[in-house]
């Protein structure tokens, strides 16, 4: 069965340093999404991403967040200077359409430590 | 607005009882998708319910919806020590354009007692 694959899955790394997550959403599908998940707390959107352009983001999502489709394949979410409160799991995921019947894919996660 | 909030936020059943859990949401929605999540891993989609049926089956799951309530619930039948893992709602808000996001619950932690 196609899957999301997310890299890498886990990753330390000092506050102020920029971090990119790398995901591969599954091959046919055209929309994206990044959502992370605090320890024990509940997931969070972040944002969508539908034809080379963010579609809706979250106030969580600030100007230390970017996204980037730069091939057909991978989409990288971009973290300039991580701090502390950053720590979490994010998730990337995709599917084929926007509408009510569609499933949305999730991929395995990428857990980042900021110390 | 909060969506999808399940209760128990947790719950422990011997192994071979039926599990149910509940999410209740706010706004009109398009669909409601159901997720686990094991300890420390990814979320794997379950079963996806439009807001135009009231019920489906997959395997062992049932998924109801009820959107005069505004609630849905997840049945496990026959549960395993496997079935331990978190379970999440999600809701599709009727779109206000056609890439709407689903929003999360804060999951009920099932532990299936051996």
């Known amino acids: 069965e196609p899957e999301v694959t997310q890299t890498p899955s886990h990753q330390v790394t000092q506050m102020g340093q920029e971090v990119i997550l790398r995901c591969v959403p599954i091959?046919?599908?055209?929309?994206f999404y990044w959502y992370r998940q605090i320890l024990g707390q509940k997931v969070e959107f972040l944002v969508s991403?539908?034809?080379?352009?963010?579609?809706?983001k979250s106030e969580i999502f600030d100007d230390q967040f970017s996204v980037e489709r730069p091939d057909g394949s991978n989409f990288t979410l971009k973290i300039r200077s991580t701090k502390l409160e950053d720590s979490a799991m994010y998730f990337c995921?995709?599917?084929?359409?926007?509408?009510?019947?569609?499933?949305?894919?999730f991929g395995e996660g990428s857990w980042l430590t900021v110390v | 607005s909060q969506q999808g909030e399940e209760d128990p936020q947790a719950l422990s059943i011997q192994e071979g009882e039926n599990a149910t859990m509940n999410c209740s949401y706010k706004t009109s929605i398009n669909n409601l998708q159901w997720y686990r999540q094991n300890s420390g891993r990814g979320l794997v989609h379950l079963i996806l319910?439009?807001?135009?049926?009231r019920e489906k089956h997959s395997g062992r799951l049932r998924v109801t919806l009820d959107t005069s309530k505004k609630s849905s619930s997840l049945l496990i039948t026959a549960s395993r020590a496997a079935d331990t893992a978190s379970y999440f709602c999600a809701t599709r808000r009727v779109p206000q354009n056609r890439d709407d996001k689903i929003i999360f619950g804060k999951g009920t932690r099932l532990h299936i007692l051996p």
């Open positions: 991403f539908y034809n080379n352009e963010i579609s809706e």
């Open positions: 319910i439009r807001s135009n049926e």
């Open positions: 091959s046919n599908h055209l929309y």
């Open positions: 995921a995709s599917s084929w359409t926007g509408d009510s019947g569609n499933t949305i894919y």
